[in-house]
């Protein structure tokens, strides 16, 4: 088994005597991220476990709404901004995430978290880096965005690759900037253009394709649809980057998140526990099984 | 009279008259005591108060899609295999409240705050027992405790029973479970023609052991419970080889044979539903129609259900090949990795309660058959 999470404590032990009991926390403001999309601001109702809480990046929250259920959302905000708030941007798809999208600043949503393994911040200091994500897959990414521009100097050439199907749907538009002056090498690509389009067009793999990498020193993070990130990984063995340096965020269907309910199970791991962040080095032998 | 100190390890004679008596002093110290009952035409593990409860002359006749219960086949109350039950259910209830919330002028949560029961569990067999070791394993971790399951665990009374007489489709030897009881319970009872043996487990089981009237244990009745144990392996009726496993099933996921079952498995999650390990669940609010008021309940959930992988855009198993598949390699490849152990311990109900009669030790080697070829 992978013990990547090991260094991360949940921010307390949990309600030892109730299953799924959750911290209640507010919605402190919402911010529409594109059609569909947004981000909800979270903070604890609870000061004391607003400020015990901590989670790396790459870690997600059971977010849960009474009366509709829970939904796994992933942080996407920096774990180290001073106002500590918890920044989940949503898809609003499903039953629970719909919910949610119908609350309103003030709302009260449950929060159980943080839970799972992050992305390897330690272990790919010194190396280039290079962030391939698509569609809502950048939110995850995210909060490692934030600690690679905190620690802009323990890490070689950053690139970010990041697609969507329109312009229109691309998240956090406004920041593009803010990254590129961090010294990030800001790549968008969308699947179709529209008029006011005079970027990228075409699938993040495709622009992966083009990127020089040298594959000693490279390290890949990826999260996004299963097929993106499928080629992503060809791509990046392509260059030789070793398996143990593509690092990959899976999606599985999640209820409990302590690896009980045996629903995110691919092979002998449990996302919500073992993951969601993998080498890929560990998923190699069944990754490419379809339905497995 | 011989000396009256029991020890742990040390066998005794009870006469049967002398069950209920150890009965009433399970009872005495608050437990719920629960058995093998013949009902419905099958066996049920259900609430017992004396040893008439017992399912006395039963047997069961068990085949692939087969159960069929025999009476007045002998004279012994433990002897009938049981049926689609399992322990599980007082452990990992088929459906459990968590909590409710109420929205006052905040949602406030109220826990489930009744006390669990207290459980003796009366007639568990060397594979069942494993089956509970097996689920130990996953709902008492140390990264995480299931506290429904913890609390009904830890004040669990049991008094195992050496088997004698398997059924077809048991295959407890293959797994190295049983059909003799190896530890883990308070009391352990072999049934003679006319006497209980019973070996002492626990300081429980011999405080419940010293209110009744017994014998110490004769050679001969000890050695007649081992030529018995001993027949009873030879009796077993079904094989599975392991010793490739779980390899075989993690390394071929792709094999024809795949297909082939899953045009036989009708994905009813039968086999879930009745397997002492499986430990999958799904949980759901249930609420009132002004949204005012929730009340969360865990249910037991299935691999074969389709919702079980499900994400947006569609599940990740939507075929039936793909969840067999997924069960199966959990059982015999997976599970091993996760818990150190096999998810199987031959008790043979998949194959009993299957509608199609799939076997799961018939599929192992159809696959191994067609790796070879």
Redesign the interface.
Known sequence: ?IAMASNIAPHHAG????????D?AEVVKIVPEAEGVSTFWLKF?DPKIQERYHFAPGQFNMLYL?????AAISMSSDPEAPDRLLGHTI?H??NVTKGIARLKAGG?V?IRGPFGSSWPLDAVEGKDIVVACGGIGLPPLRPLIYHIMHNRSKFGKVTLLYGARTPKDLLYQNEYEIWKQADIDVNVTVDRGDDTWSGRVGVVPMWFYNLRVDPQKTAVMTCGPEIMIRFVIYEGLARRVPAERIFVSL???M??G??????C?I??Y?VC?DGPVFPFSALE??FN???? | MFNKILNINSSVTLPRSEFDTLLASLHELGYLTVGPRAQDESIVYAKIEKLDDLPLGYTSEQGPASFRLMAGRHNRYFDAIPGAQSWKQFLFPPRTHIFSADKLERWTIQPNQKQQPRYALIGVRACELASIEIQDRAFLRTDFRDPIYRARREQLFILAVNCLHPAGTCFCVSMETGPKVRGGYDLCLTELDDVFMIEIGSELGRDVLSRCQYEPASGFVQSAVEKGLERAVGEMGRALQLDDLPSLLTDNLELKHWDTVAKRCLSCGNCTQVCPTCFCWDVSDHTDLLAQKTSRERVWDSCFNPQYSYVFGGATRPNIRSRYRQWLTHKLGAWKEQYDTFGCTGCGRCITWCPEGIDLTEEIAALREEIKT
């Open positions: 088994m309600h030892e005597d109730c299953l799924l009991q959750p209640w109702t009474p009366g509709y259920g829970e898809r798809v499903g009260v449950g999606e599985r269907n209820k409990c302590q690896g009980s309910c045996g629903h199970q092979g002998p449990f526990k032998k069944f099984v379809e339905e497995y």
